[in-house]
């Protein structure tokens, strides 16, 4: 029996050919959206369970607030004190560890330099986090205070085949100090999916005596992601309620007014965590949770085209299925030999779309930016051949009973033309399908404009031709030597320095004072602030709203002056910028003078309003040179960027000399909504892809069942266009429909994903027109090559042919 | 075998009623080939699908070896199908996506027939049929006549005690029109039952009974040897 179906099925597969492959398509095409999707989801979700304990690790975060106690910042890194005092204080805390960023870490062996990725952790950190030892001991690997846990990359990388283990690499600290560090562990390396990554880890033990002890008990030093252990079977509640009294216990009486403190899930961190300061940019649950809402969309646009066409064409199957009823089939029998026929389409989309997959994969990696994982893909056996399964009863069902219910008496009538077999819920399937590709096509048109917005819009400073430089304790030592050089270079416009640039967060900020009617008085918000150096306003092109830059030639310049923004002058409530001036101020201990307002501009992403900051001259502190380049510079960068790098290496020549565009370092802020257009491109064209392909089965079907009518209308003297209004009318008619539906949920949705932007685009009745006439206009192509052709034909052919 | 008992068929239509069948009282017995003759629209096709359970009656008894039809559920009749009756149509009816081997398997299959004994059920037809040589073929690759002696060949090897036959030689040409009911009067002999429904006189001949229908109403019956 089955055989019986399985042949009935190949062979109208090869019948109708141009059917078969009309689904086989789609269904493929949406199976490959769904598995790629449901691989992107799968990655997304398992960040850090490679940790045997992640249930019972948590992050430790911190917050600060306002004095209206709003949140002021909020970090994923704390100060070195907590973790041991959350071992010390808390009985149900199993072990704390502190991990801390090194950056970049210049290796030296054997005269080579070799470039890593460096944390530094406490020794214990192989009790919390799982990375299994290749060689070494996890227990004594970080006590040594020299000791250096190497990934196994990075030891290849270095030592090849030679034995890693004991081995010594130099790392200069500065010019005349160097440290020795000896290889006491090899570990695999960490997995991609991990919320932290690294090549090389060093003690803290070693961090602690080269920093001193004032570093590890400053609670203003919040630079150490901290994450403790929770023994087994404690509850993480017990520690939350005690927060506050521990903070009180050694912050003092008032501490939960400004500060407190948050235990973070480990798993939670991925997804769900955007603080002010994490290791990495994490995930967004929000982008697994739409893309999962589009995965679904897509595979029902492909079922859907398939019962639309299903249940069209199903006159073209009456008279075996009333053959099969004569002969002594019941309706289970054929709904069952349908079914199998839609699991045999599914189960060959399935195959074709692994296909898919599998030659695409390389480009999926690097457009999605995930990897494919081993365990991923082992895991996702089952859910994706039940996604088959689920493909065939979805697709399949209303088909399948449909044609079942045919009285046999249907085909033994010659009754060909058999009643409008529902077309009612055929057409509100296909308007729904042009009314999600419409909705796709609206968002992709809002967000490009946004993120066009976004990278093109004025930030109220010149981000052109602007390299950054990061500087090392060294290049600090002699940037003002450094910086006369360069500026004998007539293709260099000018060099500043600063601790932060525009485009980075504001993440530093101290208590201000302001005096009002003589009578001192504290900040109630909180007023970042940016150190930098001489130039500053100048290179970035910054306008002043009132009074003047930092000048070298004043003394008191340097530390005991401040230039603020305007919106720092508006929030501290000086009517003018020009009222602010010459107004006394302290700052973090510093007394001074304002001596400039400058006009606000974006120094963080559009995702945020302007925020209230100050500058003031720190000429130690900084950690990135910007250089200006001269207008003229376009044909001559090769030329200056070498010459950069000559200097640079006159002053450090172990360092690798590494530069940036400022200009990148924007876009980059609008990564994830660049990420996500990519996405909703790649899926509004399948979509509109997958609903044009139904349609245009749709058509095809309904102009050669109508080729009759058209003959005897011709004859009767029906013009060629006439004949197609007539053919498409009802198409143009679905797809009005379609844009009326759609129009207000992608308001809707467009609104509420604008309202992430304190900046943004207003959205305009171009991008709604433009979407419906590009779907209309592709619908009506898909449309016209089956019209025109029957409408072209010669009627004596239809009808001879009757 | 067969007992109608005022049985009508009518198509509602809002108000109207449009009648195809009125007070039709029959009774065939076993081994009978009754033609039913009539001019177009006069029920023929109708009362034959009202026979062969294809259609539902409007009103009236029908019992089918003493069993009420009109009483009976679609899996019940279902069971009638694969049982008792055989289909012959005039525009033979065969699967187009299937091979002349598997149209005359199909049935079986319904049947739940077993693999072995289809197999030699298949063979003793395409044997007795003389189209052994054409069990590959699809229909569409046959003439008429033997697509009809195909259809013939599938109505019968369920082993039916009844044929039912709509013009069976309608569309092919004399000779082969010829041959065909020759076929059905020799199954006739061997103890089946057979119905046709025909217009023309020289087949309806063939039958020992002819039922002569017009609008709906039985207008005489004649009986032969």
Known sequence: MIKNYFKIAVRNLLKYKSYAIINLLGLSIGMASVILIMLYVNFETSFDIYNKNADRIYRVTREWFNSDGSTSIYFGFVAPPIAPLFKNDFEQVEQAVRIAQAGIANLKYQDKIYQAEMLSADPEVFDVFTFPFIQGDPASALQIPNGLVLTQSTAQKIFGNKNPLHQILILPVTKDIQIDLIVTGIINDPPVNSHFHFEALNSMVGLRQFYGEEEFSNWGSNNYATYILLKEGANVENINRAIPQFLIKHLGDNANEWNTLHLQPLKNIHLHSHLDAEFEPNGNIIYVYILSIIAVIILMLACVNFINLATARSTTRVKEIGIKKVVGANRRQIIVQFLGETFILSIMSLLIAIGILVILRPVIQNFFGFTILENNVTGLILPVISLSVIVGLFAGSYPAFYMAQFPPLLILRAFQQSRTLKSSLRKALVISQFSISIILMICLGVVFEQLNYCKNKDLGFDKEQLLNLPANREMIDNYEAFKARLMQNPNIAGVTASKRVPSAGLADNSEATVYFDKKEMTLGFRLANVRVNYDFLQVYGIKLAAGRDFDQTYATDNGYAFILNETAVQKIGWKSPSEALDQPMTYGGLRGQIIGVIKDFHYESFHKSIAPFMLFIAPDDFNTITIKLAPQTHNTFQETAAFLKSIWQEYLPNDTFHYTFLNDRYNRLYNTEQKQGNLLTLFSLLAIFISCLGLLGLVSFFTQRKTKEIGIRKALGASIPGIILYLTSSYIKWIVMANIIAFPVAWYAMNKWLQNFAYHVNMKMWVYLVAAATVLLIAMLSVSWQVIRAATANPVEALRYE | ?225
């Open chain 2, 1 to 225: 075998m067969i007992k109608l008992v005022d049985v009508e068929k009518y198509y509602a239509n809002k108000f109207i009623k449009t009648w195809v069948l009125r007070n039709i009282n029959l009774t065939i017995h076993e081994g009978d080939f009754v033609s039913i003759m009539g001019p177009s629209g006069a029920g023929k096709s109708t009362l034959l699908h009202i026979i062969g359970m294809l259609d539902d009656m409007s009103g009236g008894e029908y019992y089918f070896m003493d069993e009420p039809v009109h009483k009976l559920n679609e899996k019940k009749r279902t069971a009638f199908h694969q049982q008792y009756i055989g289909f012959v149509f005039q525009a033979y009816h065969l699967i187009d996506e299937l091979t002349v081997y598997e149209n005359l398997e199909t049935p079986l299959l319904y049947k739940k027939v077993k693999t072995a004994e289809r197999k030699s059920m298949i063979a003793d037809m395409l044997d007795r049929f003389n189209i052994v040589a054409k069990k590959d073929l699809f229909p569409n690759q046959l003439s008429g006549g033997q697509q009809q002696l195909v259809a013939v060949a599938r109505a019968l090897i369920i082993n039916p005690k009844i044929i039912l036959a709509d013009e069976p030689t309608g569309n092919l040409n004399s000779k082969q029109g010829l041959e065909i009911m020759e076929m059905l009067k020799q199954l006739n002999k061997e103890g089946t039952t057979i119905i046709q429904v025909t217009h023309d006189e020289n087949k309806a001949a063939f039958g020992n009974r002819i039922i002569h229908l017009a609008d709906g109403y039985v207008e005489k019956e004649e009986q032969h040897g």
